[in-house]
Antibody, heavy 115, light 107 residues
């Protein structure tokens, strides 16, 4: 059974930083591209970014609203993906989902940016 | 920036066919994916690469794509299919994008 478990969410002030982790099991992690998707309260899904597998070069891609502030990385030895979020804004308040490939989703972790 | 456009809502009676559309200029070259999200839950993939159905997804779910429009069809919709549905694709720069979502009510 494939499992993705996010952690690291919480309350942070505007301008602050937070790092989310996504630990996976049962997934062919090192050969999977991994993504982050977020959902603001009462809103739709928003793609945040993606990281290719190391065998595909490990390139990263980001949505325009987070480019330059967020950074995705991976540790294949730990089957873990990370999302480093800097210069956080109130608009970044959302549930953040970790996604493996296109099919496997975690249950999400809530990030609240508020003073 | 690239956008995928979906109708905000679709309503059908149980047993009827529900169709949800997704339009985007890059869809002739890029695959469409469809996700179902029930209230308070994580999304579930119901269609991938335009027409393929993951294992465990009922056969009443099907997908098609023609030109700049992809369509999710639920034949013989059931009350438990009531949910939000999102299409997903990528643009020419490999950036992902979701449609705005369609609330399907089967009642």
């Amino acid at each position: 059974e494939v499992q993705l478990v996010e952690s690291g969410g919480g309350l942070v002030k505007p301008g602050g930083s937070l790092r989310l982790s996504c630990v996976t099991s049962g997934l062919n992690f090192k050969n999977s591209y991994m993504s982050w998707v977020r959902q603001a309260p009462g809103k739709g899904l928003e793609w945040v970014g993606r990281i290719r597998s190391e065998s595909e070069g490990g390139a990263t891609y980001y949505a325009a609203p987070v480019r330059g502030r967020f950074s995705i990385s991976r540790d294949d030895s730990e089957n873990t993906q990370y999302l480093q979020m800097n210069s956080l804004k109130t608009d970044d308040t959302a549930v953040y989902y970790c996604v493996g490939g296109v099919n496997f989703w975690g249950q999400g972790t809530l990030v609240t940016v508020s003073s | 920036s690239y956008e995928l456009t979906q109708p905000p809502s679709v309503s059908v009676s149980p047993g009827q066919t529900a169709r949800i559309t997704c339009s985007g200029d890059a869809l002739p070259e890029k695959y469409a994916y469809w996700y179902q999200q029930r209230s308070g839950q994580a999304p579930i993939l119901v269609i991938y690469e335009d027409t393929k159905r993951p294992s465990g997804i009922p056969e009443r779910f099907s997908g098609s794509s023609s030109g700049t429009m992809a369509t999710l069809t639920i034949s013989g919709a059931q009350v438990e299919d009531t949910a939000d549905y999102y299409c997903y694709s990528t643009d020419s720069s490999n950036e992902g994008v979701f449609g705005g979502g369609t609330r399907l009510t089967v009642l």
